[in-house]
């Protein structure tokens, strides 16, 4: 069964410093996102991707949070200065359509200390 | 409450036992989905119902949406220990697909 992929599984990185984060979504789907769950809490909606371009983004979502689809394979969420409240599971999700369940990565854990 | 509530919080069940979820939300949807998370994995797709759609099977699992209420259930028949999991709604109210999840209901199936 055809499986998104995160890499890395988990970071570490020091305050202040940029991380990126690389997911291979599904081939032919065409609706991309970026969520993330804090340890405990629920998990968050960041962007939304579609026709190589931003379709929504959260209020989380500020100018220090980037993504691209560089090459048509990959989709990377890039955080350009971390913050201690950045730490959290990252997860990466493709559909084929907005009326279709998402399949989702495995997450990469971001810690920033 | 916040769009995608789920109730009861925590639910614990000997195997062979029905499990049953609810979920509350507050604004129109397209769609209402439940997905699966075990311990510190990523989330897995259990099943979505339309909006226009009242009940919905798959194997197991039966999935009802009352859209004048504006809430859903989860019900998962003869559990196994492996159902041992939490498992999150998450409606979808915008053109684009958007998810909103709740806080999640964690289900513990003893042997």
């Known amino acids: 069964e055809p499986e998104v992929t995160q890499t890395p599984s988990h970071q570490v990185t020091q305050m202040g410093q940029e991380v990126i984060l690389r997911c291979v979504p599904i081939s032919n789907h065409l609706y991309f996102y970026w969520y993330r769950q804090i340890l405990g809490q629920k998990v968050e909606f960041l962007v939304s991707f579609y026709n190589n371009e931003i379709s929504e983004k959260s209020e989380i979502f500020d100018d220090q949070f980037s993504v691209e689809r560089p090459d048509g394979s990959n989709f990377t969420l890039k955080i350009r200065s971390t913050k201690l409240e950045d730490s959290a599971m990252y997860f990466c999700a493709s559909s084929p359509d907005r009326n279709y369940g998402y399949t989702f990565g495995s997450g990469t854990r971001l810690t920033v200390v | 409450s916040q769009q995608g509530e789920e109730d009861p919080q925590a639910l614990s069940i000997q195997e062979g036992e029905n499990a049953t979820m609810n979920c509350s939300y507050k604004t129109s949807i397209n769609n209402l989905q439940w997905y699966r998370q075990n311990s510190g994995r990523g989330l897995v797709h259990l099943i979505l119902?339309?909006?226009?759609?009242r009940e919905k099977h798959s194997g197991r699992l039966r999935v009802t949406l009352d859209t004048s209420k504006k809430s859903s259930s989860l019900l998962i028949t003869a559990s196994r220990a492996a159902d041992t999991a939490s498992y999150f709604c998450?409606?979808?109210?915008?053109?684009?697909?958007?998810?909103?999840f709740g806080q999640g209901t964690i289900l513990t199936v003893h042997p």
């Open positions: 119902i339309r909006s226009n759609e």
């Open positions: 998450a409606t979808s109210g915008t053109s684009y697909g958007k998810l909103t």
